[in-house]
């Protein structure tokens, strides 16, 4: 077995990866508001700035920066899936506990990547954002409704038409923001 080691920096700036086991589920974007529920209360618990965030049916892309002196992004992702997991056995929308205890609706593991310097945290935003496009599901990012490129269309980080009509893909923006 290979013993995965993940990057810790206290405080620092995260971009992650999440999806769910089958790939052609649609639970995440059918139960949009069940997951922005697990997300607040996991964030009133163990609290962390969200910078970006995209929800596609089976999978999603964020970028969390924690408090500072805190690298425990993991005990937030448990928290995130655990709650949204139970909520939806309750209703019976997925299946119960497997023979270990676990819901099997995740994939096991998530993918996570430190965010180096601005360059590098506007590329994964920008990312972020298109990833609706990419993947198919809108022709513009404006039309996608479960991403934060909403937010930064308000504060004037990006114009409406950004990553649409063959607009060049751009990120202008400061952490925090």
């Known amino acids: 077995m290979v013993l995965y080691r993940r990057n810790r920096l206290a405080g ?22 069940l997951l922005r529920e697990a997300v607040q209360r996991t964030r009133l618990a163990k609290p962390f700035m969200i ?5 596609l049916p089976e999978h999603m892309h964020t970028i969390w920066t924690l408090p500072p002196g805190d690298s425990d992004y ?17 209703s019976t929308l997925i299946p119960g506990r497997n023979a270990k205890g676990e819901y099997d609706f995740w994939q096991r593991r998530f993918w996570e990547h430190t965010i180096r310097d601005e360059s590098d945290f506007s590329r994964h935003v920008d990312y972020i ?6 993947h198919g599901y809108v022709q513009r990012v404006c039309d996608w409704p ?14 409406r ?3 649409g009509g063959g607009n ?3 990120g202008q923006y400061e952490y925090g923001e």
């Open 12 to 33: 620092g700036t995260y971009f992650f990866t999440v999806t769910l086991r089958d790939r052609k589920s649609a639970l995440l974007t059918e139960q949009i508001d």
């Open 51 to 55: 910078e970006a965030w995209v929800v």
């Open 74 to 90: 993991s005990t937030r992702w448990r928290s995130i899936k655990g709650y949204f997991s139970h909520q939806l056995a309750k």
């Open 129 to 134: 954002h298109y990833n609706p496009v990419k």
């Open 146 to 159: 479960h991403s934060s490129f909403h937010r930064f269309v308000a504060k004037n980080i990006y114009p």
């Open 161 to 163: 038409d950004w990553g």
């Open 168 to 170: 060049d893909l751009v």
